[in-house]
Nanobody, 121 residues
Framework: QAPLVESGGGLVQPGGSLRLSCKFPRMITSVFNPKIMGWFRQASGEERELVASITSDKSTDYADSVRGRFTISRDNSRKTVYLQMNNLKREDTAVYYC????????????WGQGTRVTVSS
């Protein structure tokens, strides 16, 4: 079983919404709960970038490009992190990944398979 599993991507028209999920089925709750969690994305031909993060006390931070449109949340009981994406734009097209972060906001685990988001009419 993969250490983390992303899902929820798809094809959506500009202005539409998607909700991404990331589960950590193999991580015990006592390890998951204090972790900083992050969503990254990688567009074709570009480097992977951090777009949203959430701490154990649910403080959030966003890249300027998504602030006000994306919302990161977590459900510790389900060991799951979510990314609600509203008012999607073509430039949001990318493969989205989640990961745990260290205090320098660097990813800690090997990357999962990601979930592809395509914004197109």
């Amino acid at each position: 079983q993969a250490p983390l599993v992303e899902s929820g991507g798809g094809l959506v028209q500009p202005g539409g919404s998607l909700r991404l999920s990331c589960k950590f089925p193999r991580m015990i709750t006592s390890v998951f709960n204090p972790k900083i969690m992050g969503w990254f994305r990688q567009a074709s031909g570009e480097e992977r970038e951090l777009v949203a993060s959430i701490t154990s006390d649910k403080s959030t931070d966003y890249a300027d490009s998504v602030r006000g449109r994306f919302t990161i949340s977590r459900d510790n009981s389900r060991k799951t992190v979510y990314l609600q994406m509203n008012n999607l734009k073509r430039e949001d097209t990318a493969v989205y990944y989640c990961n745990t972060l260290n205090t320098a906001k660097q990813p800690e685990y090997n990357w999962g398979q990601g979930t592809r988001v395509t914004v197109s009419s």
